[in-house]
């Protein structure tokens, strides 16, 4: 600013100073008060259209009058020019002072920002001011399409804004060398022309204009999710967006099209879309890079090269797939991320044993699987003479069960072969790379001579005699028996009619029903005597003879049946009415003097007991329930006109000084979760879990919270959390219960992912279901039955806990609670408790589904991420989970079944405990996976396929000819598989010689055969 106020009669007794030294001294000032060229912030995404304090030479700019604006330039101690316009006329009245720019071009703007840095003199501090003094000065602009050169009309100029200053200096602040320097921006648009001039109007100030910065706002170049985006200039109305759709970097490729959006102030906003890089790139600060040798990416996304697979490499950059060594082979359906492998060496340690007419082969699996899963064999049969070199392939006439090729177990059964002659089996194990390989294959060979024959069938069995409880049974020796005969086996079971519940995940047609369970005997001679039978009763018999060489089949079915009571009394009747006469008369008078002492006692404890068993009836339906002797019935505490009474008959009172809290462990519906101890007089203290009622609670809350114990309190499980008892007479209010160590069974999974074997998460799931057998066997709905309510203790037992929601059922097993309001878990609740709040067992099972699956993915969410509106509409669509990963496929069966839409084809808990309890004593059947058996549907809405069956015992067992396991398995139908394939030949030479029971098995594996057919065509193997 000017050093001195400019006079032009030298009035003040002062001398004009020179521009130069006026300019001298207010380099000095702004140099003082820290402002030079460098200290003007570059906005990035900001284009500078005009910049005074980058321009080098004089700026050129018009004033008018002449007289007005003074143009001033100092160079800085960096040699770097200053340029400022001052004007200070305010000794003058009607100041009409214009400063005009240059023209500027606007390039792309349309809308600009004019940045203005000024000083400007209070008026107040400026002596004998002979005029109008001003702190303002105007801003104008005009448009135009080009220069006008030199002229200057103000009536064409269009004013911004008047300016004024925030802070103004004296002549004080320019004795301490203070300028105090201002900052102004102000916004001009739209611009349509293709450029325009600023003017600045002084109408009597003491002010200098230190710079002046003309720019506009753009979104500048810019890389999101590997997507390019140029710079984009934003729309004059602020609040509108520009869309730009962007293009993927080098070595990428769209995924959803990227997408940003750039706002009014030079900002992207909304990132949308994104590229990935693409196969053999990964993603690298922004851009992908090719993976470097040794390492592969075989497909796009934006996830790190990942290095070779065993036993393969690459050498070039930009791999997707590592090339296999050497010797090693990857095939047609491995994945890029698989290790090559190789073929199997061969097997080893086979065995063989001939039963009866089949030979059967067994081996280890070899000592090298090549690193592969799918290993299968093929058996070689030759019959060779005295010379081995002699050896010609056996022909068509032999038979194996289930096949010569493709086997999966490491067994067979070699059928229809001829006695006393050599026969070479070669055992050979192929996998899935063992056609890709040209070494020579390998085997293992092994040679048999049959020279055993079994013995033939037992022919005619007759009835000796028979007694109420016994019967006597004769029969010849059989024709040819090939050997000594060692013994005789008599099997045999009562020819009933049950009424047998069909298995609950599936229907069976039977034709006919016969006792399931038998009783066997043995005897060296062709006759026995079996005792222990019910009298007037049809049995059933079969016998089959054992040699050296085996058994040989069962005879045919022979039906006798035992005697009645009247054909065992005749012969005793004569003595029986001697000795009852004797005994008549000495009874009767033993049974006059009984009675006459004990009547009088009888009489009245009867009346005692009579009056207490019909008071305890009018106190039970008093509250709106009888109980049944022998039965125990869930009681709704709601029932009860005061529901505080309820609190005091189901739970037991604590004295609070027994109770020791320790720490805070959570935070429930009502107060805070402590763990402590309780001590209990002539025991030892025991940790346990108390819930407390937190002050300030009104009655009503009060009764909700004691509520749950009076539900609790009524039940007495290992499976269901035990309460201890509850505090009501002091405060706080506290219910004790039993403490679990490991806390919820959600999070407690979550923790230790990976831990359990699977027998172990069957046991939980176990424990579950027994205590909800429990509660439905007692009458009791809990309607929020999930992992989180279910709790863990240090021995891995899971109790059922959290019965807030819960309802009592009623008698009717069809009957459900409705309810018109409250929450609902909706990932774990049954269709019909959503839709019609209609809750029961049914539904209950639907949740235990869930929580299976809960269990089997280790406490992951249901449903992951989907909405519950979602949820709901895909159940109803006919979506349900798909198995965990790793999870058996009879768990998962099992999942599927509780899932039913229909709520009475669901399965009961006892039915889930007992099948539970199957898989616990049949641990092999949890070897299959879903993942190794899954038939994915056709269709999206409908439910995946799964083998009917886990083991040829269940298939048995669900077609009531359970009494032919061992039959089956001595003959080597060990699998399904090789079941499928049975013929009705297969099946009489196993022993079943009953015509009724052959159909039943033989229409059983149509059904059969179909299935696995169709499980086969889609390339699994069961």
Sequence with gaps: MLAYIPVRDGALGLQQPSTLRRTSMFARKLRATGFENASIRVVVGNIVLLDTTAALGELGWKTFPLNGWDAITEMDEHNRPIHTYQVCNVMEPNQNNWLRTNWISRDAAQKIYVEMKFTLRDCNSIPWVLGTCKETFNLYYMESDESHGVKFKPNQYTKIDTIAADESFTQMDLGDRILKLNTEVREVGPINKKGFYLAFQDIGACI?????????????FTVRNLAMFPDTIPRVDSSSLVEVRGSCVKSAEERDTPKLYCG?????????????????????????HACRPGFYKAFAGNVKCSKCPPHSSTYVEATSVCQCEKGYFRAEKDPPTMACTRPPSAPRNVIFNINETALMLEWSPPSDTGGRKDLTYSVICKKCGSDASQCEICGGGIRFIPRHTGLINSSVTVLDFVSHVNYT??????????????????????TVTTDQDAPSLIGMVRKDWASQNSIALSWQEPDFPHGAILDYEIKYYEKVYPRIAPAFW?????????????????????????????PATKYIFHIRVRTAAGYSGYSQK???????????????????????????????LLVILTLFFLITGRCQWYIKAKMKSEEKRRAHLQNGHLRFPGIKTYIDPDTYEDPSLAVHEFAKEIDPSRIRIERVIGAGEFGEVCSGRLKTPGKREIPVAIKTLKGGYVDRQRRDFLREASIMGQFDHPNIIRLEGVVTKSRPVMIVVEYMENGSLDSFLRKHDGHFTVIQLVGMLRGIASGMKYLSDMGYVHRDLAARN???????????????????????????????????????????????RKFSSASDAWSYGIVMWEVMSYGERPYWEMSNQDVILSIEEGYRLPAPMGCPASLHQLMLHCWQKERNHRPKFSDIVSFLDKLIRNPSTLHTLVEDVLVMPDSPGEVPEYPLFVSVSDWLDSIKMGQYKNNFMAAGFTTLDMVSRMSIDDIRR?????????????????????????????????
Excluded at 558 to 576: H, L, N, P, R, V
Aim: glycine letters at 8%.
């Design 506 to 534: 599936h229907y069976l047609r039977v034709e006919e029903h016969e006792q399931l369970s038998y009783s066997s005997t043995r005897s060296k001679a062709p006759s026995v005597i079996i005792t222990g039978l019910k």
């Design 264 to 288: 009014a102030d030079g900002d992207w906003l909304v990132p949308l879309g994104r590229c990935i890089c693409s196969v053999g790139y990964e993603e690298v600060d922004g851009s992908c």
């Design 990 to 1022: 196993i022993g079943v010689v009953l015509i009724g029971h052959q159909r039943r098995i033989v229409s059983s594996l149509q059904t059969l055969r179909l299935h696995m057919m169709h499980i086969q065509e889609k390339g699994f193997h069961v």
């Design 558 to 588: 022979f039906e006798f049946e035992t005697g009645d009571e009247t054909s065992d009394m005749a012969a005793e009747q004569g003595q029986i009415l001697v000795i009852a006469t004797a005994a008549v008369g000495g009874f009767t």
């Design 208 to 220: 200098a204009l230190v710079s002046v910065r003309v720019y506009y706002k753009k979104c500048p």
């Design 425 to 446: 089996f070669e055992i050979e194990a192929t996998n899935g790379v063992s056609e890709l390989s040209f070494s020579p294959k390998q085997f293992t060979a092994i």
């Design 790 to 836: 279910i709790l863990v203790n240090s021995n891995l037992m899971c109790k059922v806990s959290d019965f807030g929601l819960s309802r009592v059922l009623e008698d009717d097993p069809e009957a459900a609670y409705t309810t018109s309001g409250g929450k609902i878990p909706i990932r774990w609740t049954a269709p019909e408790a959503i839709a019609y």
